[in-house]
C-alpha cells in the first residue's frame, strides 16, 4: 500500500499534510530558522526561578544540562544596560560555559516601543521585573535534559487533566477538543526536540539521534502526529491572522543592521507568495466560537490555559522550565489573537506584548523543526522499529 500515512487535510485545517511539508521545508523552516536568530528573537524574558504553586518543589535534574546558567554576554549596546556596574567575576558561569546564558545586565529600554501589561492568558506577570532575566534563547537549546520520572509525570497529567476529564471524552465539542489537541500537538514537538538531540553517550559526552525514542513517544500514537501537525497550523494561522500587527511592530534592539533584517524576515514571512498560493488559510477559526456559548467558552479555556502556565513553574528542570514557559506562553498568544476581535472589526484592538510576539515566533519555528524531523526522518524509524 503506497498511500502515505498521513495524507488529506489536517484535521480542522484548511491544508493538506503534503503541502504543509513542502511549505515547511521549503519557505517557514528556513525564514524561521533565520528569524530566532535575530537579537529580537532571540532574548526571551522570563521568570526562571520561582515557586510551584502546586506542590513543593521536587526537581529532579540529573544533568548539568538541565541547567540555565548565568552570565553576562555583549551583544546590547551599553545604552540599554541597567546602569549598575557588574563586574564580570560576579556571573560564574557553571562548567565555564558561557553558551549558556542568562543575561541580567540587560533591561526593558533596550526595547523600545513595546508596553508590558499583564496577559490574560498567562500566569507570568511580565511586569514583575525584579525577578525576571533575559535568556538568550540560541545558547540554550531544547534537547535531552535527563528530567523525567514521577515529577515530570506528574506535571504532564496536570496539564492533562486540566481539559480531558472536565468533558466526558463523548460529548468533547470541536472547540473544547482545540486545547486538548494543543497541548497534545506541544507535547509531542518536546518529545521529537528531545529524540532529535539526545545524549546518547554519557560518558563520551556524545549527543546524537534517538529513534527508538521517537518512535515510542510519538510515532507509534499517530493522533500525537496529527496534533503537532494540527498544532503547528494552528500558530501559523495566528501569525498570518495578525500580519498587520506583526508587519508594524517595533524590532529595534540597537543593532540597525541586524534590526532591518529581521524586519526584512517577518515580511517574507508574512507576505510570502507560496505560503499565500497553497494555504491562504491554515486553519479557519471564524467556524469556531461561535455562537451564544462563544464568550462563555473563551473565559472557560482562557481560565485553563492560565492554569497550566502556572504548571510550569513546576517544571523541575530550569532549560525545561524555560522552552514550557515560552512555548506555553506562544500557544496562549496564539489564541489570543484568534480568539480577540470579530469578523466586521478585523483587529484593531489586537495589542501583543514584546515576549509574546517572541514567544509566539520561536513556538512557530519549534513546531516547523519537529514537522521537519517528523517527516524525514519518520518513515524509516518507523520501518526500522516496526521490524524490530
Ligand atoms: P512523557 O512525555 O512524560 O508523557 C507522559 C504521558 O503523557 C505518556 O505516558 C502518555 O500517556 C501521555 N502523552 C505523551 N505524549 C503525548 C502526546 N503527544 N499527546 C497526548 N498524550 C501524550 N525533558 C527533556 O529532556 N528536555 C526538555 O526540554 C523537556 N521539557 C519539558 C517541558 C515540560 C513543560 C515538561 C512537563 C516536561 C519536559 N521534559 C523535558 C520532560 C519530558 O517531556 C518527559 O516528561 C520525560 O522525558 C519523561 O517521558 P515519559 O516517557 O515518561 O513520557
Excluded at 507568495?273 to 491562504?280: E, G, H, M, R
Excluded at 486553519?283 to 455562537?291: C, H, P, Q, S, Y
Excluded at 456559548?293 to 481560565?303: A, D, E, N, W, Y
Aim: glycine share 4%; with cysteine; proline share 5%.
Amino acid at each position: 500500500d503506497d498511500t502515505p500515512k498521513y495524507s488529506g487535510m489536517v484535521e480542522g485545517c484548511c491544508c493538506d499534510y503534503e503541502t504543509v511539508d513542502r511549505l515547511n521545508e521549503e519557505v517557514l523552516y528556513p525564514s524561521l530558522q533565520e528569524l530566532v536568530r535575530t537579537p529580537f528573537f532571540r532574548y526571551f524574558k522570563v521568570k526562571l526561578w520561582c515557586d510551584c504553586p502546586f506542590w513543593p518543589d521536587d526537581g529532579m535534574c540529573r544533568l548539568r544540562d538541565c541547567s540555565v546558567c548565568e552570565c553576562p554576554d555583549n551583544e546590547f549596546p551599553e545604552s540599554f544596560k541597567k546602569p549598575r556596574i557588574l563586574s564580570s567575576e560576579a556571573f560564574v558561569c557553571q562548567e565555564g560555559k558561557p553558551q549558556a546564558t542568562v543575561d541580567r545586565t540587560v533591561d526593558r529600554k533596550a526595547f523600545k516601543g513595546w508596553t508590558e501589561v499583564d496577559n490574560p492568558w498567562t500566569n507570568d506577570d511580565e511586569t514583575d521585573d525584579a525577578e525576571m532575566t533575559y535568556v538568550n534563547l540560541q545558547l540554550n537549546p531544547e534537547r535531552y535534559t535527563g528530567y523525567t520520572g514521577p515529577s515530570a509525570r506528574r506535571i504532564w497529567d496536570a496539564v492533562y487533566s486540566e481539559n480531558c476529564p472536565k468533558y466526558p471524552s463523548e460529548e468533547l465539542c470541536q472547540e473544547e477538543r482545540i486545547l486538548y489537541k494543543l497541548i497534545s500537538g506541544l507535547h509531542s514537538s518536546i518529545s521529537i526536540h528531545i529524540a532529535a538531540d539526545y545524549l546518547i553517550d554519557e560518558s563520551k559526552n556524545l549527543w546524537g539521534q534517538n529513534l527508538s525514542l521517537l518512535y515510542d513517544r510519538v510515532l507509534r500514537y499517530p493522533d500525537r502526529v496529527r496534533n503537532l501537525y494540527f498544532t503547528y497550523l494552528f500558530v501559523l494561522r495566528a501569525v498570518t491572522k495578525a500580519t498587520e500587527y506583526l508587519e508594524h511592530a517595533e524590532y529595534d534592539t540597537g543593532n540597525v543592521n541586524e534590526d532591518l533584517k529581521t524586519q526584512s524576515l517577518m515580511k517574507q514571512l508574512l507576505f510570502n507568495s507560496k505560503l499565500q498560493a497553497a494555504c491562504p488559510l491554515p486553519f479557519d477559526e471564524a467556524k469556531l466560537w461561535k455562537g451564544h456559548k462563544g464568550p462563555k467558552l473563551k473565559q472557560q479555556i482562557q481560565k485553563q490555559f492560565r492554569n497550566i502556565s502556572a504548571l510550569m513553574d513546576c517544571v523541575g528542570c530550569e532549560k525545561c522550565r524555560l522552552w514550557g514557559k515560552l512555548q506555553v506562553l506562544g500557544l496562549g498568544t496564539a489564541l489570543k489573537i484568534l480568539f480577540s476581535g470579530d469578523d466586521h472589526q478585523e483587529h484593531s484592538s489586537l495589542d501583543l506584548q514584546r515576549n509574546e510576539v517572541i514567544a509566539l515566533m520561536n513556538l512557530l519555528n519549534r513546531l516547523s523543526e519537529s514537522v521537519k524531523f517528523v517527516h524525514e526522518v519518520g518513515p524509516s524509524a518507523e520501518t526500522t522499529m516496526e521490524g524490530q
